[in-house]
């Protein structure tokens, strides 16, 4: 069973910085795209960061240049740096990610989500 767990969340002031971490685990063979994606109240789910196993990012417009996505492939981990947080940004955050397992085939899995608030 593989499991998605996101961390790092909490309050922080406009114009703040917080750093989200996903780390999977389970009886993993290999991990594909690993993504954020963040759902704001009363809106739909967005696209935030994406990464390849080559490290490859893509980013939504609207974190361009403040967000910065990485990845540990031995820790089987990924990373959102989020600087200069705006109050726009307040969401519960998601990591996402096809994963293999030893014998199975490449199968979807979302994290629980973690929550970022920025306010003063």
């Known amino acids: 069973q593989v499991q998605l767990v996101e961390s790092g969340g909490g309050l922080v002031q406009p114009g703040g910085s917080l750093r989200l971490s996903c780390a999977a685990s389970g009886n993993i063979f290999s991990i594909f795209t690993m993504r954020w994606h963040r759902r704001a109240p009363g809106k739909q789910r967005e696209a935030v960061a994406s990464i390849t196993t080559g490290g490859i990012t893509d980013y939504a417009d609207s974190v361009k240049g403040r967000f910065t996505i990485s990845r540990d492939n031995a820790k089987n981990t990924t990373y959102l740096q989020m600087n200069s947080l705006k109050p726009e940004d307040t969401a519960v955050y998601y990591c996402?990610?096809?994963?293999?397992?030893?014998?199975?085939?490449?199968?979807?899995?979302w994290g629980q989500g973690t929550q970022v608030t920025v306010s003063s």
């Open positions: 996402n990610s096809v994963i293999k397992t030893v014998g199975e085939p490449p199968r979807n899995y």
